[in-house]
């Protein structure tokens, strides 16, 4: 079992930045892929930022540019930094980790973050 909580979600301005974290526990040996999905008010639950072990990593083309999705081996953490941020990037930030692309097999609890003026 893995075990994913992510921090970091607040009210930010458009325009504004933001990093969110996910700490990982458990058995992550077999993980292969680890991202961040967004869920937005009325949408269905979409990938926003990917990475691989290999390093591979995808990103929604709404986010390229804007957001960078790193990871921290020594601390079992990966990152999403959200800059340049929109009103459309408001949602429900959910770390997931799988065997591979498109199979995310946890999930963490969710964090919110919420983009206005």
């Known amino acids: 079992q893995v075990q994913l909580v992510e921090s970091g979600g607040v009210l930010v301005q458009p325009g504004g930045s933001l990093r969110l974290s996910c700490a990982a526990s458990?058995?992550?040996?077999?993980?292969?892929?680890r991202g961040w999905h967004r869920q937005a008010p009325g949408r269905q639950r979409e990938l926003v930022a990917g990475?691989?072990?290999?390093?591979?990593?995808k990103y929604a083309d709404s986010v390229k540019g804007r957001f960078t999705i790193s990871r921290d081996n020594a601390k079992n953490t990966v990152y999403l930094q959200m800059n340049s941020l929109k009103p459309e990037d408001t949602g429900v930030y959910y770390c997931?980790?799988?065997?591979?692309?498109?199979?995310?097999?946890?999930w963490g609890q969710g964090t919110q973050v919420t983009v206005s003026s």
């Open positions: 997931s980790f799988g065997t591979a692309w498109g199979r995310y097999d946890y």
């Open positions: 990475i691989s072990s290999v390093g591979n990593i």
């Open positions: 458990g058995s992550i040996g077999c993980i292969n892929v």
